[in-house]
Nanobody, 125 residues
Framework: QVQLVESGGGLVQVGGSLRLSCAAS????????MGWFRQVPGMEREFVAA????????WYTDSVRGRFTISRDNTKNALYLQMNTLKPEDTAVYYC??????????????????WGQGTQVTVSS
């Protein structure tokens, strides 16, 4: 079992920055890809970014590419999401997710096995 705990959310003005962190504990997670998703009330959980197990490959949804950066530190069992130039449409609960295997895709929530509790990000205009 893997436990994931997000932190770093908050209220920020348009154009500002936030850095989300995800601390993992339990069984080793470094061998598998991890990702960030976000969700607003009444909507499906949306893919934001993913990173390969050694961090050499990253994937982003088009709306955040160039503004957000996903990274991981396997020595610390940590995942990060640096969010710059934030927009009101980035407002959501952000979730950290981990896969339990090295197979399958990365873009849909059902492809991940472990989830954090979420952290709220609010971008005010």
């Amino acid at each position: 079992q893997v436990q994931l705990v997000e932190s770093g959310g908050g209220l920020v003005q348009v154009g500002g920055s936030l850095r989300l962190s995800c601390a993992a504990s339990g069984r080793t997670f470094s061998a598998n890809a991890m990702g960030w998703f976000r969700q607003v009330p009444g909507m499906e959980r949306e893919f934001v970014a993913a990173i390969s197990w050694i961090g050499s490959q990253t994937w982003y949804t088009d709306s955040v590419r160039g503004r957000f950066t996903i990274s991981r530190d396997n020595t610390k069992n940590a995942l990060y999401l640096q969010m710059n130039t934030l927009k009101p449409e980035d407002t959501a609960v952000y979730y950290c997710a981990a896969k339990s295997s090295g197979t399958g895709g990365l873009y849909y929530s059902y492809e991940y096995d472990y989830w954090g509790q979420g952290t709220q990000v609010t971008v005010s205009s």
